[in-house]
């Protein structure tokens, strides 16, 4: 599923986010990546989306290398990716149906299966009753679970899950983590990236990597 050998990444400006890591996460693992901010979490996730590629090293997703000139390759292997994104990336103006359903373009789904994959999803995340609201009209927890929808709809081997806990107060908090970890399937992986982690020390079943300045200082299968 994912193998990452001595990487490292450095941007543009200097900034070093990635410090000769390496690490093994196998097919239907949940994954919890923890750390202070800028320990490289977020950095980590874009380098297994394929939105940055390492400075130095080797990394691979779904058997895709992330690499510059396999470009074209990373864009065909992020179909079976199912992102979360921090600030959710919803189409405003947009129903929750719309925004699930976006999600959908370009995985070769008829408009029908489109819809009745997005009704899916966002019942699974208990918003069948919001199906039709616009998406500046739902709370800042629905809109989340719009966005967990759209992920999920994408039926993907992966989801990167990125600080989804964020400004959420515990109780929902601990609803969103639940949320995201019983979409974990036998071939699903899932990572989620918080710096909560008083939230999942009784987790089980799990594999938790803590990451600080850019180096991963341990890593934990519960």
Known sequence: MILAKDVSLTYIDGTKALNNISLSIGMGELVYITGPSGSGKTSLLKLLMGVEYPTSGLISVLGQEIRREQSR?????????GPVFQDFRLIKGRTAL????????FLGFSHKEMKEEAVKALTEVGLE?????????????EAQRVAIARAVARKPALILADEPTGNLDSSNAINILNLLTSLKKEN??????????HLIESQKNAVFIKLKDGDILDVIRG
């Open 73 to 81: 390759n990373i864009r065909k292997m992020r179909k079976a990716v």
């Open 98 to 105: 719309d925004n699930v359903m976006m999600g959908l373009r």
């Open 129 to 141: 009753h919001k199906i039709t609201s616009p998406v500046e009209n739902l709370s800042w927890g």
């Open 188 to 197: 699903t992986t899932v990572i989620i990236t918080t710096h909560a982690t």
